[in-house]
């Protein structure tokens, strides 16, 4: 992965097992990218290459694939985004199983039956569906993400693990993520997502001394010195 920034000339290469890391120390170009990726949705900054992100098969990742967390307190792992996705992974899942197939289908028909009996004495002509689909199981039976961690770090690493697997976005950028976990926390959470092979990109408004095993950093400070770490 490629990342550019418009107020400097180095591009910052990541290897896939590597985290990738903006300090930006220059209040005023963090807050142009800041505004840049909170704002992508307008028609007015779109065409504006604030940051330019290229993935390993030289593609650019467009803004509309990108997962901005400026809270990660905030992350909801069970939003409609997320279980739409879910849904149809599963789907496809099921689909490409003839076993299972068979079994939702016999399900499906069981059910079908049955619940005919049930509205056979109103008064009104009703009809059902004649197959119950995955997607109408899955919402039956509310299948949603089990969060069973609490803290912080956990709720971040089971969403890095379900997007690894379900593909939530190609590219999930955390904002001043390092001013809400310890340097013990990080370090853990940094070495999952490399493992995960997650694309993590990590935004920070101010430039910090240590370096983590997996990070790959690019530091911009007040004078828009830059350098790779």
Do not use: W
């Amino acid at each position: 992965m490629k990342i550019k920034l418009f107020c400097s000339e180095v591009e910052l290469n990541v290897q896939d097992y590597e985290i990738a890391t903006l300090e930006i120390d220059n209040s005023e170009c963090f807050r142009r990218i800041i505004r840049y990726l909170n704002e992508s949705s307008e028609t007015d900054i779109k065409d504006i290459n604030e940051i330019t992100v290229i993935d390993d098969c030289k593609n650019l990742i467009d803004t509309t694939d990108m997962k901005i967390i400026f809270n990660p307190f905030q992350i909801d792992i069970n939003d409609k985004n997320n279980i739409t996705k879910l849904y149809k992974y599963l789907e496809s899942s099921f689909i490409n199983s003839q076993e299972n197939i068979f079994s939702l289908n016999e399900l499906s028909a069981y059910i079908n039956k049955h619940f005919n009996n049930l509205i056979l004495g109103y008064p009104i002509d009703l009809a059902l569906k004649d197959t119950l689909t995955v997607k109408d199981f899955l919402k039956l039976l509310d299948v949603k993400f089990d969060c069973q961690e609490n803290s912080l770090k956990h709720q971040i690493i089971e969403y890095l693990n379900a997007n690894a697997i379900i593909g939530f976005a190609k590219l999930i950028i955390f904002v001043n993520l390092k001013s809400f976990l310890s340097h013990d926390e990080l370090e853990e959470l940094l070495q999952n997502a490399s493992h995960s092979r997650n694309n993590i990109l990590l935004i920070e408004n101010k430039v910090h001394s240590s370096v983590f095993e997996k990070e790959r950093k690019l530091t911009i400070d007040s004078d828009m010195y830059c350098m790779i770490n």
